[in-house]
């Protein structure tokens, strides 16, 4: 159940209306999943958004050394 400091709009009465399942954010199939790093080191997310990261600098490496 979402118990943080905001309110996501897909949040009904505790149930994601996307993937139909209690809410969890950054569970698989949440907006927020690989896009933000969660306080609860057992989120999914947080390993998709390392991930994430990783080929974001991977990324902006390769195009500084076209520079």
């Known amino acids: 159940m979402n118990e943080g400091g905001w309110s996501c709009p897909h949040d009904v009465r505790g149930v994601c209306d996307i993937i139909k399942k209690e809410c969890d954010p950054g569970d698989k ?3 927020l999943y690989g896009k933000v790093k969660f306080a609860n080191p057992q989120t ?8 994430r990261m990783e080929r974001k600098m991977k990324q902006m490496l390769e195009e500084s050394k076209k520079e």
């Open 29 to 31: 199939g949440c907006v």
């Open 44 to 51: 999914p997310s947080n390993e998709a958004f390392e991930k």
